[in-house]
């Protein structure tokens, strides 16, 4: 069974435009949760995670999620994007100790 | 700095032979994986490793083979067994142990090709 779905495989944004880029998880009692970004022909960079406390967070680049725990899901946001931010975006999870599981990817391009 | 290394970047093979990737690291880290990535499929893991001379292995482990005789190294043979190796192939490792543990720094990958 699928654990983590990233709902869109590709979100095109202007320049200085917001984006959301979506993802949900199997419900669960214990879950880890993770937003890595990959630039083209690179390896993957930690953007930020959700392991305890502040449902809130905030990572690198400006990029900020939210855990929702009823929803199942953790959304990745950023209020004013820039052509550098083009990339793939990778949402993964850890549910009950079980072995980190990636989504499928959103590539994110933002055009002038 | 601190980091993983792979090597190559990009290599072409033919069908058939064996290849390995290499693959190093310098943070002290425990734990090393390998994933395959393919376009529109996300990561796959191939193999870990939580401990020098123990590996697992991950979903995806048929055609593949792996060492683990020095901490700081995990070299990944593709072997001709594989029956569709032409992909990219990314390095991570890990601390055990703690919620740190559950972050992974990657290597930059290495692209595979089999003519």
């Known amino acids: 069974a699928q654990s983590v779905t990233q709902l869109d495989s590709q979100v095109p944004v202007f320049e200085e435009a917001p984006v959301e880029l979506r993802c949900n998880y199997s419900?669960?009692?214990?879950?880890?949760l993770f937003w890595y970004v990959q630039y083209p022909n690179q390896g993957l960079q930690l953007l930020l995670k959700?392991?305890?406390?502040?449902?809130l967070v905030k990572g690198i680049n400006g990029f900020e999620a939210e855990f929702n725990k009823s929803q199942t899901s953790f959304h990745l946001r950023k209020p004013s994007v820039h052509i550098s931010d083009t990339a793939e975006y990778f949402c993964?999870?850890?549910?009950?100790?079980?072995?980190?599981?990636f989504g499928e990817g959103t590539q994110l391009t933002v055009n002038p | 700095d601190g980091g993983i290394t792979q090597s190559p970047k990009y290599l072409f093979r033919k069908e058939g032979q064996n290849v390995t990737l290499s693959c190093e690291q310098n943070l002290n880290h425990d734990a090393m994986y390998w994933y395959r990535q393919d376009p529109g499929q996300g990561l796959r893991l191939i193999y870990y490793?939580?401990?020098?001379?123990?590996?697992q292995k991950g979903d995806i482990a048929e055609g593949y083979s792996v060492s683990r005789e020095k901490k700081e190294s995990f070299p990944l043979t593709v072997t001709s067994a594989q029956k569709n190796p032409t992909a990219f192939y990314l390095c991570?490792?890990?601390?055990?142990?703690?919620?740190?543990?559950?972050?992974?720094?990657f290597g930059a990958g290495s692209r595979l090709t089999v003519l």
């Open positions: 991570a490792s890990s601390m055990v142990g703690g919620q740190r543990a559950n972050v992974l720094t």
């Open positions: 993964a999870v850890i549910i009950s100790g079980s072995r980190l599981t």
């Open positions: 490793s939580q401990i020098v001379n123990d590996f």
């Open positions: 959700y392991l305890s406390g502040s449902t």
């Open positions: 419900s669960s009692v214990s879950v880890y």
